[in-house]
Structure formats: C-alpha cells, structure tokens
C-alpha cells in the first residue's frame, strides 16, 4: 500500500513542477501576445514599418495622433530621447525613417535581415523599397516588459 501512495504522490509532485514550469515559460509569450506585437524582432520590424509608413502617408503623425500604439513598438528610451530632440528643436530628420521625406511603397516592400541577438538586444539591417527611393537603416531593438521594441534607428 505504502508503495502505492509513494507512487502516486511522486506522480502528483511530477505533474505539478512540470505544471509550474510550463506556465512560467508561457508568462513572456502571452505578454508579448497581449501587447499585440510579435515576439520576433523581425517581425517586429516589419509590423512597425508597415503601420509606421502607411501612417505617415495618410498625413498623420504617429506621434502626436496613435502615441499608445507606438508605445507598444518603441521603448521608453526611444521615445524620451525624441522628446527632447523635439524640445530642443534638433529633429531634423523622422527618428524612425531617419530621412525627411518618405516613399508610401515602403510600407509593402520591407526586407529585414536576420537579427542578430545578444541577451536583451537584438540589430538588423531593414530596407525600404519604394517607386521613387530605396532607404536603409541600421534597427536596435531591446527587450521591454517581455516585449521587441524599437530602441535605435541609424542611417544605413
């Protein structure tokens, strides 16, 4: 009987660690799910993009006009950083598209290398095709409440 019990208790205690180690490694996915941003930086990059330069080629400003949904794409870092430069009047370009004009194809033709990674830190080359331009830009992400979120953008 004693081996029984003993049987079934380890059995119990199996499932539930394994229980407990499953939800927390399922905690980082559902809070990039719940964020609605992909949990890829390459996929990151291309949602952004994609909304980003459509946005922008409606007239509007992401901004001033959808700031809680660039929040979900770019860290708090990225986003006080241009602040200030805004403050200071030293925007001399997009922050994001680091160029002052813009081609609305960009939003269709987005090519993404592979990210390199380094524990929170993820860089890619990404480059906008367009009709009339084709851009390059050097993308830093960095990892923020479980989430990729844009944290540097470079001319390429």
Same mark, same amino acid.
């Given at each position: 009987?004693?081996?029984?019990?003993?049987?079934?208790?380890?059995? $119990?205690?199996?499932?539930?660690?394994?229980?407990?180690?499953l939800s927390m490694l399922a905690v980082p996915v559902a809070r990039?799910?719940?964020?609605?941003?992909?949990?890829?930086?390459?996929?990151?990059?291309?949602?952004?993009y994609k909304w980003y330069v459509q946005t922008v080629s409606a007239?509007?400003?992401?901004?001033?006009? /959808?700031?809680?949904?660039?929040?979900?794409?770019?860290?708090?870092?990225? $986003?006080?950083?241009?602040?200030?430069?805004?403050?200071?009047? /030293?925007?001399?370009?997009?922050?994001? $598209?680091?160029?002052?004009?813009?081609?609305?194809?960009?939003?269709?033709?987005?090519?993404?290398?592979?990210?390199?990674?380094?524990?929170?830190?993820?860089?890619?080359?990404? /480059?906008?095709?367009?009709?009339?331009?084709?851009?390059?830009?050097?993308?830093?992400?960095?990892?923020?409440?479980?989430?990729?979120?844009?944290?540097?953008?470079?001319?390429?």
């Amino acid at each position: 009987m004693r081996s029984a019990r003993s049987s079934a208790r380890r059995r $119990l205690a199996f499932f539930a660690g394994a229980f407990v180690l499953l939800s927390m490694l399922a905690v980082p996915v559902a809070r990039a799910q719940e964020s609605g941003v992909a949990a890829k930086p390459e996929a990151v990059i291309r949602e952004f993009y994609k909304w980003y330069v459509q946005t922008v080629s409606a007239n509007r400003s992401p901004m001033m006009d /959808e700031p809680a949904k660039l929040k979900r794409y770019a860290t708090a870092g990225m $986003l006080r950083r241009i602040d200030k430069l805004a403050k200071d009047q /030293e925007l001399g370009a997009d922050p994001f $598209l680091q160029a002052q004009d813009s081609d609305e194809a960009w939003a269709k033709n987005i090519k993404v290398s592979d990210p390199k990674i380094a524990g929170n830190v993820a860089t890619a080359k990404v /480059e906008l095709k367009g009709r009339e331009m084709t851009h390059k830009l050097a993308v830093t992400l960095r990892q923020e409440s479980g989430a990729w979120k844009i944290d540097k953008v470079d001319p390429k």
